[in-house]
């Protein structure tokens, strides 16, 4: 996820350079599940149980006339997966192209 969230910060500078706002979105799941219902009345009940799950990384571009506009990277970290309002098959390029998604979301902007 280090990866992930190193390429999308390049994609985020690139588009503060042309005056387009971004911000980084990062979502933890986390959760808690106990089998008893209390562990003063049940002390030898079983452990409580949790889990914490990482979300990737999702850079949401926020300016004006290009709301909805959402980068993330593909399996391996090895392609932008670029989703831009009206268009329902997410738009992708490589990882080594970070000026080509930002002229994406260029002309998206343009369009709206």
Known sequence: MESQGKALIVVQQLLQKQGIHARRDHTISLGLFAN???TVRYP???PLQSWLT????????TGEG???VTVTMGPGADRYVI???G???PRTVDREQPGQVVDLIVAAGSTA
């Open 54 to 61: 990482h979300c990737p990384p999702v850079l949401v571009v």
């Open 87 to 89: 268009i329902s098959e």
């Open 44 to 46: 030898s009940g079983p």
């Open 66 to 68: 290009r709301r909805g």
């Open 83 to 85: 989703s831009l309002p």
């Open 36 to 38: 008893r219902v209390d």
